[in-house]
């Protein structure tokens, strides 16, 4: 069927507009509150840290819970080094404070046991999570960025493995099926660099002092894997 010209259709029998208008009747347009307005996503910024002991169960059950809720997470990894150092810590303050260093581990094997989770106390505490950090913000910017960082955590906190280890970062990686050499080349690079160190100033602006951190659409901030449940169901309002 052609397009008619403005002297009407010749394919409805020669009327012209003027008489199908007549035909058809008045079309009805419906009024903007009827019209349906497309869904707002409903995003979670969860800020963690690979050092963070708490981070570690936060992430483990992260995805169910938010997918249970309608809500979309964005992994943000940062450094807490940073953090820490611009209030005057020079360490964990789990380990400045010991009293408090002892009721974490405490605190975190039960809450593992809860949740049916791996626990191993890693040797060294905190590790150093730069390259890590550093691959995870590769890997976020593709499809397998959160199973890398669940697996990361994995080895640390689950299996007491020190991450900070190239050779573990990249044991992981070949386990995911990547390749190892060139996803760490590339998490070396100028780009990734300044991408993380950016995120660590953007945690900062945003008033974060510790992880696990939850941040909403609307600014709320939420603080420490106990508060997960909490800021989904902030998102959500």
């Known amino acids: 069927m052609r397009c008619a010209q403005d002297g009407g259709l010749a394919e409805h029998g020669g009327e012209g507009k003027a008489g199908l208008a007549r035909r058809a009747g008045p079309v009805k347009m419906a009024a903007p509150s009827q ?34 809720s309608g809500v979309i997470v964005r992994w943000r990894p940062f450094l807490l080094g940073p953090i820490f150092k611009a209030q005057g810590w020079d360490n964990s303050p789990f380990n400045l404070y010991p009293v408090k260093g002892r009721y974490m581990w405490r605190d975190l094997a039960r809450i593992c046991d809860a949740l049916a989770i791996p626990f191993t106390q890693p040797p060294m505490f905190p590790q150093n999570t730069l390259l890590a950090a550093r691959v995870a913000m590769t890997a976020l910017a593709q499809d397998w960025g959160e199973e890398f960082c669940r697996a990361v955590y994995a080895c640390e906190f689950g299996e007491g493995r020190d991450v900070g280890e190239p050779a573990t970062i990249a044991a992981v990686l070949t386990q995911l099926g990547q390749d190892a050499a060139a996803v760490l080349r590339l998490a070396q690079s100028d780009a990734v660099k300044g991408a993380l160190r950016t995120q660590t100033e953007e945690a900062q602006r945003l008033g974060i002092f510790g992880a696990p951190s939850f941040v909403t659409a609307d600014g709320e901030l939420f603080w420490g894997n106990d508060r997960l449940e909490t800021a989904l169901a902030w998102a959500r309002r």
Do not use: G, N
């Open 35 to 68: 019209r349906r307005a497309a869904p707002v996503a409903v995003t979670l910024d969860f800020w963690f840290e690979f050092a963070s002991t708490y981070s570690y169960p936060a992430a483990m059950r992260i995805a169910p819970l938010a997918e249970a």
